[in-house]
């Protein structure tokens, strides 16, 4: 039988209706400080927890419930009788529910610039330590972290006299649950201010936050959720607003993820049409409507059933574009209202909002799992600082910029990944290849015609001489690629006898 609640809340969502409902079931109410006066004030009768340890709460309230008269209460097994024995020697009374919320930690910590000392006063310590004694022992102790459960327990309560084991289970897993993220919010936190972060800890914790369940994972037998990891500023696809459309796929996600990073690439207007995971077609342009037609160019054919990324809002004439073609889903940072209006009237059409691109990439991580263990890599920005030209013939400036252009799109492709573009916009894509001959002999099928003047990205080094015989052939006109082949001399020399310029960027962007 219930007799007895101990409540302590910040939050104080409904806790007046509920501790009213406690009372009117004869249920004895324990408080501390504001919780205390909050249901005093309602006429709600309260015993103040200083009553039950004969101790003051002290330190400006940092010391409440942290007293044998309580833990003891709490913690004591009923079925065990040397424990029933110790609570009456001591004068202990069994509590027998505990709801407790926590100090706003999360909401100190996103303001523009936390205090550090108002950061460290709102790290709970008796809330955390009281809940994680009560859901330890749930077999005798109701414990409640989550305002909107009160209704059910009152119901339990008044149905049965007491709470079910399934629900008192249930309800200590999600206050295990909710002091593990806690105390992983404050060491995140703790961790970057006091520059002790690292993407590679000893223990790896991570936090992840349930958002949906997708229609399957990438076949339709395989179940699949969606998660969100906490705490990332970055704009990113779990954070933009579905507009409308059919739900996501798990496929639709990955697709939605290479074309929205690939078009953060650029400021001027991007875009890009993906499938399985690999660019199409990209195209940097005077406007958007300009970048999606040469993107879409590129290769039409593969672009049927595709997702589309752009990096500037949608306007009219570029969705009237885009609806001439069929698409799974178009993600941009916004829609302005007549584009909106028309691409929703393909209602399997998957709109998304990204909103604002931000620029914070920091302690980003790539995370891959493989049977029975996981691979943590830093987030591959591949960003080139020093261009080394390793042939006697130099890029034209024209041609330096869409070489640049092309090294930021094959970061997007499968390994062995090479591009071909003009213009800065891609005329070839070689994708997956086991072989960069048959990756470049690829993007030149792909290219056709438009491979003459085209010029050559590669993901990786170039290993063979026929790597650029096959360029030279094709007519294309300069090459990026990482450098690094114990043959790199003998690929030089191959470029020079073609004329053809080479530079090195010194980094390599595998997409496996």
């Known amino acids: 039988m219930l007799k007895r609640a101990l409540i302590s809340v910040y939050d104080k969502t409904g806790i007046v209706e509920f501790a009213r409902e406690l009372n009117n079931l004869g249920i004895e109410i324990i408080s501390t400080g504001g919780t205390a006066e909050l249901l005093q004030k309602y006429e709600i009768p309260v015993k103040p927890v200083s009553d039950v340890t004969k101790f003051p709460e002290i330190l400006n309230g940092r010391v409440k419930t942290q007293h044998p008269s309580i833990l003891g209460g709490i913690l004591a097994l009923r079925e065990k009788e040397e424990h029933m024995k110790e609570l009456e020697e001591h004068d202990i009374k069994p509590i027998d529910i505990v709801v407790f919320n926590f100090y706003p930690f999360e ?18 310590i008796g809330g955390p330590s009281t809940v994680r004694a009560a859901a330890k022992n749930f077999e005798n102790v109701v414990v409640i972290i989550n305002p909107e459960r009160y209704g059910q327990v009152i119901e339990e309560i008044k149905k049965d006299g007491d709470v079910s084991r399934e629900i008192r289970s249930m309800l200590a897993l999600e206050a295990f649950k909710k002091t593990a993220k806690y105390d992983w919010i404050i060491q995140n936190f703790l961790e970057k201010r006091f520059n002790y972060f690292t993407n590679f800890p000893a223990m790896l914790n991570l936090k992840y936050k349930k958002l949906m369940d997708l229609r399957y994972g990438e076949n339709p037998h395989q179940r699949a959720a969606l998660y969100k990891l906490m705490n990332t500023n970055e704009t990113t696809i779990i954070d933009s607003e579905q507009l409308a459309g059919k739900k996501l796929s798990w496929t639709n996600i990955l697709d939605l993820n290479t074309a929205l990073e690939l078009v953060k690439e650029f400021e001027e207007p991007a875009a890009t049409i993906v499938k399985h995971t690999s660019p199409c077609g990209a195209a940097c342009g005077s406007n958007l409507f300009d970048a999606y037609e040469k993107a879409y160019a590129s290769d039409p054919i593969s672009a049927y059933g595709g997702v589309v990324g752009v990096n500037k809002k949608v306007d009219f004439d570029t969705a009237n574009r885009m609806s001439t073609a069929h698409f799974d889903c178009i993600i941009a940072p916004d829609f302005d209202d007549t584009s909106l209006g028309l691409l929703k009237e393909r209602p ?32 591959n920005i591949a960003n080139v600082n020093d261009l080394k030209v390793v042939t006697d013939v130099k890029p034209t400036d024209e041609q330096l910029d869409s070489l640049l252009f092309a090294w930021k799109v094959v970061k997007y492709v499968k390994s062995n990944g090479i ?51 096959e360029a030279a052939k094709a007519g294309i006109r300069a090459i990026i690629q ?17 004329k053809i310029p080479m530079v090195f960027t010194g980094i390599r962007c595998f997409r496996h």
Not at 107 to 124: A, S, T
Not at 348 to 372: C, H, M, W, Y
């Open 107 to 124: 909401e100190v910590i996103n303001k523009e610039k936390p205090d550090l000392k108002e950061v460290l006063e709102n790290i709970d």
């Open 348 to 379: 399997s059409l998957r709109l998304l909002k990204a909103g604002p691109f931000s620029e914070i990439r920091e302690n980003q991580i790539d995370i891959v799992k493989v049977t029975g263990c996981l691979m943590i890599q830093e987030h």
């Open 482 to 498: 990482p450098g690094g082949s114990k043959r790199d001399q003998e690929v030089i020399d191959a470029a020079n006898e073609y």
């Open 419 to 469: 591009v071909l573009a003009k213009n800065k916009r891609t005329v070839g894509i070689g994708l997956g290849q086991t072989s960069r001959v048959d990756a470049i002999r690829n993007a030149i099928a792909r290219a056709g015609q438009e491979s003459k003047g085209s010029l050559m990205a590669s993901d990786g080094f170039l290993p063979f001489r026929d790597n650029v015989d």
